[in-house]
């Protein structure tokens, strides 16, 4: 994760599982309006949002400042709205976080939050006829991100906060970005900056390598891992492509290229290539 903590490092205990032993029941459809809270650079609400354009399932998009939420006497004098923004819903600074009535949403919460719950429910909720198979645990697709999140994520990092989307709306946002990544992750944005001719062909030569582990096309004849279809193997590895496309000089291969921009055309979610920065 480049952009914002796991939800699982937030909450105790699997948000579902508390709504689902409140409500005593499991749901068996969805509701006809849902309404998805995200980052728009966050690849944990990429995920909910690459899975439930694949399934078809319409949602209204909402998106926060990253510096909303956050106390800025907890936060080095950065974000605003402490109360306000992610908070207000769950009580945590933590996104996405679905919602729409009968969402089964944890006491005390707006919403659903816990991206692979959400998708979990979204899939198990779908219309008919719509799938999206389970994940394979593919060893060499685990080699394969292990390898390239170093790349992306110094490449990346530094370049997403330039990106012109709701996310960095106010300079706050883009403060308290700088701030979480130097002071809790040690993240070095000078020195990741001053590594682009070196990472360049390093995550350039990953995607060729990617190339390789695409075995199959979807229903709408895309590439994606496995021979079966699209499935949440592609859930988890898609939002490391769209990170990765604002960076200006990747040399993307054809099918790659097909891959992301067939799973953002479905998503509506927009890869950053348009405004990819050197």
Not at 50 to 72: D, H, I, S
Not at 220 to 246: E, I, K
């Amino acid at each position: 994760d480049i952009t914002c903590k796991p939800a699982s490092a937030t909450f105790s205990m699997p948000a579902l599982a508390f709504a689902l032993a409140a409500c005593g029941a499991a749901p068996t459809k969805l509701p006809s309006r849902l309404t998805l809270y995200v980052y728009d650079h966050c690849p944990y609400c990429n995920r909910v949002e690459f899975l439930m354009g694949k399934l078809g399932v319409p949602y209204e998009r909402v998106v926060y400042g990253y510096g909303q939420g956050a106390n800025p006497a907890e936060a080095g004098g950065t974000g605003y709205d402490a109360s306000g923004g992610p908070v207000a819903l769950t009580g945590k600074k933590v996104l996405p976080v679905l919602a729409g009535d009968g969402v089964p949403a944890p006491a005390g919460m707006r919403g659903l939050p816990e991206s692979l719950e959400i998708c979990s429910y979204v899939a198990a909720c779908a219309p008919p006829g719509s799938r999206v198979a389970p994940a394979t645990g593919r060893a060499d697709v685990d080699r394969w991100r292990a390898a390239f999140k170093e790349p992306m994520t110094l490449l990346a990092r530094p370049r997403l906060p330039q990106m012109p989307v709701a996310d960095w709306s106010d300079a706050r946002d883009g403060a308290y970005a700088t701030w979480k990544y130097t002071t809790n992750f040690q993240f070095d944005y000078e020195r990741a900056r001053a590594r682009t001719a070196e990472l360049l062909p390093a995550a350039s030569a990953a995607l060729r390598d990617l190339e390789a582990l695409l075995r199959g096309v979807d229903a709408d004849g895309v590439p994606c891992l496995n021979a079966w279809g699209f499935s949440m193997d592609d859930v988890l590895l898609l939002p490391d492509l769209r990170q990765l496309s604002c960076v200006a000089g990747v040399e993307w291969p054809t099918r790659v290229r097909a891959y992301l921009d067939g799973a953002c055309a479905k998503a509506e979610c927009k890869a950053y290539d348009e405004h990819a920065q050197p």
